[in-house]
């Protein structure tokens, strides 16, 4: 498909012609600071109006576009509770033509993840909530080149200029103009909208060797390989390195809220005298709460079997049901994890454990 | 110093005095530091302490983390001088008991505010403004201190160290609601700023509890707003601003500038600083006949 | 004692919380002697001020109260001997965090009415009415009470019962 050039300042025009051509445009921005040390840069993904600031290929933003396919928060439909008779309300699933520009390689990655769940691809039930939003999505990716110390892509599969789910890809090169890669229809409508600020054919070695350059510079290096094979040997469910290095996990959903691939939701009725909404919000297998039954049995009782299976299910899990990772190596859990639980060491320890046969060991001070 | 601490808690471990010592190791990455269990006294070999080490170790006593607990008869904890005021306040609470815990201390000289702000050393820019007003940096009672302790006057009040306060108190009251709603806008309820609080000791959250639903759980800004409200009011007079809250939510949201204007309240209508003794009751749970009416009609 | 009936543009929700033993007992007193008040309080009869958990106000003010108002017992006279002690404290922090967080703090009343008091009871209601009534609506909470009205399509007459 289609290669072209265009120059970074013209992204601005981009949003420009992407709003006039009816696109609800999406872009990272850098939320307003407070005064003093305490506070940090934020950036998220936002609707973005002509002429606002944005941060487009400026590291990775905080929280990714998950929000934009699969809300905190959203209503499945409205009841009202008349006399006798329930009224139901359903909701609009007539999404807006969306844009997202400047999605990581990572959260772009991310959406074949999600689709794999909502979708009836593998699931058996079209989640219409996100399927529809997904159809009315475009995803314009930007390759990185600055992966900062908590990024692992390179160790899942994918790479800083992966263009895996993209729908138009551009990569910065040195010179500071971009290299556009038109790779499906979708993105074919976006490259004729913006056709204006397009020209020549691109410059495919220098996208190239910016793509190695960057993966170059990711210094957490893990190999998954032999992940799979370990975590499907149950007898590792219950090796001493699951609680090691999780139990000074605090068991906030820090860690899934930020991931791009956590989809876990939970369904409550919020009511508000005769009527209410039934309303999906993001859940987390974190918490103590997400394996309760009503029984006051909890299957996963302490907080190290949680983590444990969030690692089974990115890994293990998602490979066994899907045929894929659940992980893309965003590195934000790593980042947003109040006491530096990193999931790189729980696949570091794996592949050590792994290379080591019959490594397995219960340590005698556990239990 | 922590030299001295690595040895007596290698000496304690080895004796059998202690059950565990929780203190701080080098994290993944150098700019940060992470939470250790050491159960053998080989383990203290990792023991750190500098100005990466922000966590707020207590929140490992308190009664939501029970299942590391299992099996602690006598933990020691490695406290700096705020860590140890939220121990002191634990035990107000009836929380935990005195010879529960063996407290080491050591001088501290501030923590940086956020690990991704370390560049290696701490200085003005990336220390953490709840460590300007300190008071408690030779910290106040602890089992072990490497050396002498001096003498410190604590007896000056409660001193708010947020700028940011300051800020949003200047306000009108409607464009402090929009800040907030705007802030609370990217809240997405992943509960770290309870989960690190040394305080959220109960066992079931309010916002867990579903029959009756006070507290929406669904992350939308009427139910975010809600959560905030709570927090902050069951912290009220609690608190003693170890400003982890703060520091651990990912999407940096100020939320403990609640927390210290109810600080400043409480200090100024009942004259008490949480987390400096473990008889005073803490103000909301008890109460003096001639206290301050004034707004009540 | 009787007032004509005037009409304002903005008529404002407001929810009481009151101890059984003193304000609703005052409440029921000026009821029974006929008094005149305002009748915008919806009152929700608690066992004492000390039971009056900011929750409830908190809750109020998402289901869309423009104001709340909080009474008990006089100190000193508390039926459970210091329930108000405690609420006394217990609401002086929580108007300092209602106003931190951005309400109009005179949205909230306290108010210490004993069940004698039914003169007291009508004035303290009407004036907080007038005043809530000049605030207008509590726009910066009205606009969160619905979070997903623009979500909804159309009302399908499904039934179950």
Known sequence: MRTATLQKNDLDRVIDLLSQADYRVIAPQNQPRLDGPDSIDVAVFKEIQSGDSHNIGEGLSTTGIKPFLFPKDEPLFAYENRGKKVVLTEVSLDFPKTVILGVRPCDVASVSSLDAVFSDKNAGFNDELFTKRLEKTTFVSYSCTEPDVSCFCTSVGLAPDSDKGSDLHMTELPDGTLHVEVKTKAGEKIAAVIDALLSGDGDAVARQQAGVAAAEKITRLRDSAPILPWLQDLGNFGDEMWQRLGEKCLGCGACTFECPTCHCFDIVDENSGNKGYRVKFWDSCQFDHFTLHASGHNTRNSQFERYRNRFNCKFKIYEDVFGEKGCVGCGRCIRGCPVNLDITEYMAEVAHKAAIPNAMSADPDFE | MIEQIREKARELLESGELDVVIGYAEGSDPTRTTPIFCRKPEDTDKLVLDGRCVNTLPAYLNKRHEYPKKGWKKTGIIGKGCDIRAITQLIAENQLKRDEVYIFGAECEGVVAHPEKWDGSLHEGNCASKCSACDVKIPLDTDFYPGEKPEVDRSGPYMVSAPALATLVKMDDEDRFAFWRDDFDRCFKCYACREVCPHCSCNICITDRTMPSWVDQAAHTKGVFGWHLTRAMHLVGRCTGCGECTRACPVNIQVDLFNQKMKEVIQESFDYKSGYSMEVKPPLITYNTDDQETYIR | ?161
């Open chain 3, 1 to 161: 004692m009787s007032k004509g009936i005037v009409r304002h543009d903005f008529e404002p929700k407001i929810m009481g919380f009151v101890c059984k033993w003193c304000t609703y007992s005052g409440a029921d007193l000026a009821g029974t002697s006929r008094m005149d008040y305002s009748p915008h309080v919806r009152m929700v009869r608690l066992p004492c001020s000390g039971r009056i958990d900011p929750q409830f106000v908190i809750k109020a003010f998402e289901q869309g109260a423009d104001g709340v108002i909080i009474s008990g017992c006089h100190p000193g006279d508390c039926h459970y001997n210091e329930g108000n002690y405690y609420a006394r404290r217990r609401n002086l922090a929580f108007r300092n965090l209602m106003e931190f967080n951005g309400i109009d703090i005179k949205r909230l009343e306290f108010s210490w009415i004993s069940a004698a008091e039914a003169i007291k009871f009508t004035q303290i209601i009407d004036k907080f009415t007038n005043q809530v009534r000049d605030l207008g609506p509590n726009e910066g909470y009205r606009a969160l009470l619905d979070p997903y009205a623009s979500r909804l399509v159309k009302s399908s007459e499904e039934s179950a019962a």
